[in-house]
């Protein structure tokens, strides 16, 4: 009776593996309608795993505000995801250790759309730098930086 009852538990255990490893990451991405990178981004997340709401709106500055982002991090398009907010062209590993990293900020940016970030043309030519997006205004002090790559 007990080796039935351990052998159903490894049973069970396997079949629950697959199921967490392809569930996939439920995201809503605010984008403007004629925005070709923030298309191209919406695609580059499906490819790594997320399940993408796309909302096309003309009015981002009210989603952003609505988000607590300050001006010199906004990006291009805003991902909400998980709780939290994320601006402009963040490589997909990034998101997921955020997502999984559970940090007591707003969110996290790439702002300023650099070449050959996940989205955007052209090759890369300095390494990405993700900014945390403070849950409060840190009030013109330097943002801080979440992850390089
Ligand atoms: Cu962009």
């Given amino acids: 009776m007990r080796s039935l009852l351990s052998l159903l538990t490894v049973i069970g255990l396997l079949s629950l593996q697959p199921a967490i490893a392809e569930e996939p990451i439920k ?53 909400m995801v998980g709780g939290y907010v994320v601006e402009g062209h963040v490589p997909a590993d990034i998101v997921k250790r955020l997502l999984q990293d559970k940090p007591s900020v707003r969110g996290i940016s790439l702002p300023g759309m650099p070449q050959g970030s996940p989205g955007m043309d052209g090759e890369k030519e300095a390494p990405f730098v993700i900014y945390e997006i403070p849950k409060v205004d840190a009030g013109g002090g330097a943002p801080k930086v979440y992850a390089t790559e």
Avoid: W
């Avoid at 695609?43 to 997320?50: A, E, I, S």
């Fill in 27 to 79: 995201a809503t991405v605010y984008k403007d309608p004629n925005c070709g990178c923030c298309h191209e981004y919406v695609g580059y997340l499906r490819q790594n795993g997320f399940e993408v709401e796309v909302v096309d709106t003309g009015d981002l500055m009210s989603i952003k505000q609505q988000a607590g982002v300050p001006a010199e991090l906004q990006g291009c398009h805003s991902t």
